[in-house]
Structures are given as structure tokens and as C-alpha cells.
């Protein structure tokens, strides 16, 4: 595996896992990747910058189109916890940032 540090803050590196559920995990060839930062934000920009362009080759290969970033096309929590849901958007070591692609239906 592939380190990926964020140099926001040199000090504070936390190594999380970033997990990508259904469809994501499928087209990233991986259900887990780790990261390192030091706040959630940080993670979330890394996450973008590191799989969204493979994600959105991908998608566009099986005809589909991710306009956006992947958050906006996702439901994200950390440990379980929606974003919206959180108090703090420090990282600590292990946390576990869980990547769901959006459901949609009619």
C-alpha cells in the first residue's frame, strides 16, 4: 500500500482508512486506502485528489458521468458518524472515513 501524506500541518499526520462501499470500491480496484492528514477537511481534499480522477475515468468508460467531486455523490461518515453528525474534524489514529456512492431511484 501507498502512504499518502498531507502537508497541512507536518505535525499532526493521523493514518486513517478510507473505505469505499458498492460501486466505488469496485471501479477504485480496492474497498480500502489508507490516508494520513491532519483534520478531516484535509482527508476529504486528499480523497478527491488521489481517486476521484480514476473514479470518474471509470464511471465514464461504463457511460456514466460523476460530475463533481466524489463527496457530492456520496454519503460519507467518519466511524459511522454522518458528517453532519460530527462535533470535531480532527482525525485520530485508525479512524475510518466510510466512502457510500448516493443511491438513487424511480
Do not use: C
Not at 16 to 42: C, M, N, R
Not at 44 to 66: N, S, T, V
Not at 76 to 105: C, S, W, Y
Amino acid at each position: 500500500m501507498m502512504w499518502l501524506p498531507i502537508y497541512g500541518n507536518r505535525n499532526s499526520l493521523t493514518l486513517i482508512t478510507v473505505q469505499f462501499h458498492g460501486i466505488w470500491g469496485l471501479y477504485l480496484g480496492a474497498e480500502k486506502k489508507p490516508l494520513a492528514g491532519g483534520s478531516l477537511d484535509e482527508a476529504l481534499a486528499q480523497m478527491e485528489d488521489k481517486f476521484g480522477p480514476p473514479l470518474r475515468k471509470k464511471l465514464q468508460d461504463h457511460g456514466a458521468k460523476l460530475d463533481g467531486d466524489i463527496r457530492k455523490h456520496s454519503f460519507i461518515t467518519l466511524n459511522h458518524t454522518g458528517l453532519q453528525q460530527l462535533k470535531d474534524n480532527r482525525l485520530e489514529e485508525g479512524d475510518v472515513l466510510h466512502i457510500f456512492p448516493a443511491v438513487t431511484g424511480g
